[in-house]
């Protein structure tokens, strides 16, 4: 429909254009991230199927799900062909330029998943907008904010992982959804659970989705459910589909009685609260507010000095953070306020059904609360939001002035990830671009609505500009950099932190106030 024939040209060249800077990202500095999966091609690639989960020659174990490794086994095969010193468990922190070339290309290269995933998604779209330039349509402004996505492009092309292809599996998922192919989307999604575990967060709204379109298959007139229109043959052949798929996944490790090896890989609770750049989530502004108490408690000699661990406040952003004075969080309190976080969420998708759409607000909503509570979450998980919510950018005012807060915050504070000089420039310059286009881009699409942005929330991000500076700039310069090392983290973390609740609170009072729709079949 509204990718026709003569709009294919433009999204192949959108498409090629990412893809050539990708390679000239090639020399630029990546993470540890980096040594994990060459570590993991050598560890597949050697061991039998029984040692994966038991090899601990490096410190970077194999933690992602079995179809993950055999995907490390599959390019395993490959790499001997490049430089077979890189498949050596012995080989720790090895690296040659084949190397490098290698594990950029294939990320490059697994990343044609990801374009042919938002080339659907695209055509889900329905083009009520009919604009007469290009630069305008809502599927052009939607493939550039996902194949470019600022984001998508540091954590994986410079940081160095595989998120676009396994992202490229979410959004084709959405997509078969939203075709209402629906077989297809579960099996997409059930795949992607066993390449990597985090996509759990969202899994919530996939199964009361797929309860609620696929296995009722009628409403009533006023939109509500059908109770006698429940499919036992649409719930059999759904269960099917997650049983084969964890059955090929997890049942060698099943037969070889290594079952709880493989699970206690996956979930590591021994980590701490935080990862060791503060995520900039509730826990952030918790940890920031137990700072603040500390500090001030020993100000007013409420606190005994002595009795205060040593490195709560010297060391700053250590794992194991020991909280003073607020009450230290367990493992089971983070999944109790995610579960309370995610269920509204989750009942208005049941009880106010909206097609699709409500489909896609959950998935951003389930993907925001584990977040915002979740147990030890990484900074870079803010994208599992911000890239499903892109497609509801474009179709409407609301949802794209609560992307642009996310999208902007989220993506600057993924900046302490690159912290090296020469990378300086490339991410400030990178960002400027993506965000000048996405606010021009949904500005320009919304122009007959009011201001996307009202002033408080664009004072808010104007400041992300002085935060940088200081950061980068000034606070190297001055003497506190080595008594307190961690201040420029603490304070990105801390100022995203409270633009992502924002934002989160914002899209939350948007879908819980939102009328329901009646013509559900119409959607």
Known sequence: RAMAAGGR????????G???LKCLLIPAYYSTDFEVHRNWLAITHNLPLSQWYYEATSEW??????????FEYALSHIAKYFDPQMLVVENLNYTSRATIFFQ???VIFTDTLFIYAVHECCRCINGKRAAKDILEKPTFILAVLLLWNFGLLIVDHIHFQYNGFLFGLMLLSVARLCQKRYLEGALLFAVLLHFKHIYVYVAPAYGIYLLRSYCFTANNADGSLKWRSFSFLHVTLLGLIVCLVSALSLGPFLVLGQLPQVISRLFPFKRGLCHAYWAPNFWALYNAMDKA???????CNFLDGKKIPKASMTGGLVQEFQHTVLP???????LICTFIAILPSVFCLWFK???PRGFLQCLVLCALSSFMFGWHVHEKAILLAILPLSLLSIQRAKDAGIYLILATTGHFSLFPLLFTTPELPIKILLMLLFTVYSFSSLKSLFRREKPLLNWLETIYLIQLVPLE????IVFPLTPWKQHFPFVPLLLTSVYCALGITYAWLKLYVSVLTERSSVRQKAE
Do not use: H, M, N
């Open 61 to 70: 174990t194999l933690d992602y799900p079995p179809f993950f490794a055999w």
């Open 18 to 20: 990412v893809s050539f």
């Open 353 to 355: 059904p909206q097609g």
């Open 293 to 299: 108490l500390t500090i001030l408690g020993l100000k």
């Open 9 to 16: 040209g433009w999204f192949r060249a959108l498409a090629l």
């Open 328 to 334: 230290s969080v367990t493992p089971l309190a983070t």
């Open 104 to 106: 950029r290309l294939s």
């Open 469 to 472: 500076i200081f950061c980068e």
